[in-house]
């Protein structure tokens, strides 16, 4: 059999039994002897084959077995059994009414070993399931031959012995057993992102996935762990992680191959071997590096990608420009930079002699502008040159790979002259004298005069105001007197010569204080009065400073500050002006919206571990989430798939922009968005037992009143909190509420434009857009007015869910069923158990009018004053009185045993608690109490009350002659 797209000898089925296969009797155990006979016949083809056929019809009571011989397991945890038979009409058999039955029982007994032909049966085998033919023959069918066959598929699991039998019970049948095949099923071996799959069996239940670590193939190395998962019907589902090729290696058609001779690949990776960069080679396959050609150099810091190089040519058309002691030096970029982009430049000095014949190093002492080694720029300024000497300057041109070659590097030359300079600094300044209003000065003649001194300039400055403007003195010798100076006054004095090339610089800095005043006298009356005007300005200063405190503290009691203005709120402090929710759709693009309301990580900060489901826009994974200075931590990742269309983005990434505004916590909290890689992900946290219908669900019945109450409150805070924001959600449902595991509730799902069920009938289709009809308030269905009122509407279905443990709002009515009741002024009756203050609250979040439903703080407030009285949730309501209760209650008038009456109201698990209890007919079920219930050893407390309001519904269908008498 070929499996999608080629053959291969691993198939998605493993045959652990066919019949059909084997020739002759298939020598399997009957029980007793005259009940199923192995009988050889001629099919419709006239082509020999074996069955096992019984047909004891005329006998009441019949107990025919067929068991199969032992069955290997190997492995399988899973296992299906496809039956092909033939069963006679009933009706088409005169004289056989009340003994002729149209089915057979399947069963299997699992045991480690072959017990041979010992006769183990009713009590030891496990019911797999009662079969009925879906056409039957009758007696002029079986003259011409044309028997019509029937095939039936039934799954078993999980199995944990060795092996097993099969066994076929008929109770009364005419029945031929054509042909049985009994296989598991398995992901057959595939290789993926360059890791190879092994054959694996799937899971022992329908909905299970098995967990498959792939190996990398050869050359290839893990980047993140390979994973796939194996589903129930032999699939491979979406990998996790995956294997690269490793370095000299690529990939191509699922393995990883060498690079070729003139290619390289210097890393692990994705990417595709490159040819060798210029002036480059590898001479063997698989190279992780190209070497350099001949005289050809790659710097350390340069990558593998990059060109091999070589040192630049000496630069060009160096041009020089002297003034005075000074030269600017300019020239042009080599010819031939070797290549490279990083060329910089070294200059060196050297004074030669009068007739150039000799040259001697000069950088001591001279100055380069901005530096001498590693000029990145074509231009340098030297100073403190001598005057009128020559000097010899060399431009070197370097670039990163010049001290990797022998050859020196390349350098052009300049040789000038300098010209008359100015003097150079005046050194020693000295005092001589000082007195209090003059002082004198000496110094000595700079070292290097540079021509005859003219004059030479003093200028000096109070250090106390060195600020100020300053004053200058000329003299014609090496000495001056400063006069008209302050007494007792420190001044700070400079001197500089000056030739006809100009001043020389300042010399350093003297500070020289001036003498001392003599003080002078004062008469007795003087002083008084200085005294009494001190104590006068003392007096007014204080009166002013007394004056100033008593006005700041009268005034301050009329402002408002910030910290006065703020209010406080659940221990956060907040402001009065109010914050609103804002719309991303009002955004031209989406991406600016997300990026300004939502943070941004790095892919490389999270590592998908498993997917948990799959969503609108792609699959949904568990990973973590690791940031910088913090612990990993378990985050929900929502994957856009690939191929999606511009609309898709753009609900994908509104959805982000909605929960990043959102900052509560019975709230989905965003963590953040990865949208510059593929794929693109909303990372939220993540909320361990999934959404509230599925989880309550799961636990029917395990929660006390309190519990359940606790769950609403959570969500209603959440809603209090949405709604103050000024956000409609348009889609609460308990789908869309989801649970950690703390038990605490968050309000989640905001893409308000999608499909909201897998059901295709679970919207209503209006001219904008699609509604989610059980949970919508009837002005939004008719008008699509959503406002907050209409969120309190849906969050009344959700208490009603939460209070029946994930029952579907109004069962099985269609959604046009629906409108019209609720227009009709029909409300869902009260769940099973619920206090009547519960029910109340349900109503009143129903209300017609919108304007008479509560507000979501009035909805927290009640639930509150329930949790702190419980008292108040004593009461019960009941489900028999509603008034559409015959057609949205199940309906039992279809249910002939009490196993298809446990099947109506998702019981059957407790169909061996009756049946060992002597509850056989339905009858015997209208006469239980709550008592009996609890003695057939029924535990929970939800499913007690389930059971017991069942039965006296069927009660009260009885009575209204719903319910066929024949049937009780």
Known sequence: MCHRKSCSVSLPTVNLLDTSLISGDWGWLTYPSHGWDAINEMDEYFTPIHTYQVCNVMSPSQNNWLRTNWIPREGARRIYIEIKFTLRDCNSMPGVLGTCKETFNLYYYEVDRDLGRSTIWENQYV???????????????????????????????????????????DIGA????????????????????????????????????????????DHAEERDTPKMYCSAEGEWLVPIGRCVCSAGFQEHRDACIACEVGYYKPTAGDQQCEKCPLHSHSETRAALTCPCDANYYRATSDPPATPCTRPPTAPINVISSVNGTSVSLEWGSPVD??????????????????????????????????????????????????????????????????????????????????????????????????????????????????????????????????????????????????????????????VRARTSAGCGRFSQSVEIQTGKAVPLRYDTMTIIWICLALVIGLITFLAIVICRKRHCGYSKAFQDSDEEK???????????????????????????????????????????????????????????????????????????KAGYSEKQRRDFLSEASIMAQFDHPNVIRLEGVVTRSKPVMIITEYMENGSLDSFLRRHDGQFTIIQLVGLLRGIAAGMTYLADLGFVHRDLAAR??????????????FGLSRVLEDDPDAAYTTSGGKIPIRWTAPEAIA???????????????????????GERPYWNLTNRDVIKSVEEGYRLPSPMGCPVALHTLMLDCWQKDRNERPKFCQIVTVLDKLIRNPENLKSMG??????????????????????????????????????VGGYYTLGHVMGMNQQDIQRLGITLMGHQKKIMTSVQMMRVQVLNNSVPSVHV
């Open 127 to 169: 019911k797999i399931d009662t079969i009925a033919a879906d056409e039957s023959f009758t007696g002029v069918d079986l003259g011409v031959r044309r028997l019509k066959l029937n095939t039936e598929v039934r799954g078993v699991g999980p199995l944990t012995r060795r092996g097993f039998y099969l066994a076929f019970q």
């Open 566 to 640: 703020m209010h406080y709120q659940n221990g956060h402090v907040s402001f009065p002006e109010a914050r609103f929710y804002i719309d991303p759709h009002t955004y031209e693009d989406p991406c600016q919206a997300v990026h300004e309301f939502a943070r941004e990580i790095e892919a490389s900060r999270i590592k998908i571990e498993k997917i948990i489901g799959s969503g609108e826009f792609g699959e949904v994974c568990y990973g973590r989430m690791k940031l910088p200075g913090k612990r990993d931590v378990p985050v929900a990742l929502k994957t856009l």
């Open 174 to 217: 005419c029945i031929a057993v054509v042909s049985v095949r009994v296989y598991y099923k398995r992901c057959q071996g595939v290789a993926r992102g360059l890791a190879v799959f092994t054959d694996v069996v799937t899971g022992a239940d329908s909905s299970s996935l098995v967990e498959v670590r792939g190996q990398c193939v």
């Open 736 to 749: 869309n509420i989801l649970v950690n595991s703390n038990l605490v509730c968050k309000v989640s799902d």
């Open 878 to 915: 009941t489900i028999l009185n509603s008034p559409l209760m015959n057609r949205t209650n199940p309906d039992f008038s279809t249910c002939r045993s009490v196993g298809d009456w446990l099947d109506t109201i998702k019981m059957g698990r407790y169909k061996d608690h009756f049946a």
């Open 783 to 805: 008008y699509r007015k959503f406002s907050s009122a209409s969120d309190v509407w849906s969050y009344g279905v959700v208490m009603w869910e939460v209070m029946s443990y």
């Open 337 to 494: 930079s070797g290549g490279r982009g990083d060329v910089i430049y070294n200059v060196s000095c050297q004074r030669c002699a009068q007739d150039w014949s000799q040259c001697a190093d000069c950088s001591t002492g001279v100055r380069f502008i901005p530096q001498q080694m590693g000029l990145t720029d074509t231009l340098v300024t030297v100073l403190n040159l001598a005057a009128h000497a020559n000097y010899t300057f060399r431009i070197h041109s370097l670039n990163g790979v010049s001290r990797l070659s022998n050859e020196p590097p390349q350098f052009t030359t300049a040789n000038i002259t300098t010209n008359q300079a100015a003097p150079s600094q005046v050194l020693a300044i000295r005092q001589e004298n000082a007195s209090q209003n003059s002082v004198t000065l000496l110094w000595q003649e700079p070292d290097q005069p540079n021509g005859v001194i003219l004059e030479y300039d003093i200028k000096y400055y109070e250090k106390e105001n060195e600020l100020q403007s300053y004053s200058t003195v000329k003299s014609k010798n090496t000495s001056a007197k400063v006069s008209g100076l302050k007494p007792g006054t420190r001044y700070v004095f400079q």
